[in-house]
């Protein structure tokens, strides 16, 4: 059975940066894509971007672009999500999700981790 | 892009039938047949129910079942019973240049 096991809760300031990771295990992890959501108290989930670590690729949301950054480590089992010049507005819980190849959903998702950003 | 757009809330009786309807548009629901439903009980992650807008992984009850007609995808939940009630959320792949998908506002489901 395959698991996302995340990092734990993050507080910071505005204008800083913070790196949640994402640990698979119990499958194959270079022939997954790691998709990064996050949601925001109250709301639904936001697609925020996905990697590809078997072919190197990754995507974002328009949204997102330039300030998130997706990496993966293929020897380890796990994908990393890096967001900068944090605002008051990024306060949400952040989730990783696995997809198969031919997917268009996202299952299972990590535990999520609460990022916090308050002066 | 908007998210899809869902009821606040829907309750039922026990051994009720309830349906959850999420609209979105020829861009996203109305274009392609890649619609899913999530299961989010309070302080959880989401759980997936259905994906490619009728299938249900292994797991998951046959209580559960999805559709679509146009633009509008619909999540079932039939014999509702007192663990169904949580928040659930609809999302589709989007043709947009933007984004890959989007999700629903949410429904939260009360067990009466």
């Known amino acids: 059975q395959v698991q996302l096991v995340q990092s734990g809760a993050e507080v910071k300031k505005p204008g800083s940066s913070v790196k949640v990771s994402c640990k698979v295990s119990?499958?194959?992890?270079?022939?997954?894509?790691i998709t990064w959501l996050r949601q925001a108290p109250g709301q639904g989930p936001e697609w925020m971007g996905r990697?590809?670590?078997?072919?190197?690729?990754?995507n974002y949301a328009q949204k997102f672009q330039g300030r998130v950054t997706l990496t993966a480590d293929r020897s380890t089992g796990t994908a990393y999500m890096e967001v900068s010049s944090l605002r008051s507005e990024d306060t949400a819980i952040y989730y990783c999700?696995?997809?198969?190849?031919?997917?268009?959903?996202?299952?299972?998702w990590g535990q999520g981790t609460l990022v916090t950003v308050s002066s | 892009q908007s998210a899809l757009t869902q009821p606040a809330s829907v309750s039922g009786s026990p051994g009720q039938s309830i349906t959850i309807s999420c609209t979105g548009t020829?861009?996203?629901?109305?274009?392609?047949?890649?619609v899913s439903w999530y299961q989010q009980h309070p302080g959880k992650a989401p759980k997936l129910l259905i994906y490619?807008?009728?299938n249900r992984p292994s797991g998951v009850f046959n209580r559960f079942s999805g559709s679509k007609s146009g633009n509008t995808a619909s999540l079932t939940i039939s014999g509702l019973q007192a663990e169904d009630e949580a928040d659930y959320f609809c999302?589709?792949?989007?043709?947009?240049?933007?984004?890959?998908?989007?999700f629903g506002t949410g429904t939260r489901v009360t067990v009466l």
């Open positions: 119990g499958g194959t992890f270079s022939t997954y894509i």
């Open positions: 490619d807008v009728t």
């Open positions: 999700a696995k997809s198969e190849r031919s997917d268009w959903y996202f299952d299972p």
């Open positions: 020829s861009s996203d629901i109305g274009d392609y047949n890649y």
């Open positions: 990697i590809i670590p078997y072919l190197s690729v990754t």
């Open positions: 999302s589709s792949y989007i043709s947009s240049n933007t984004l890959y998908f989007v």
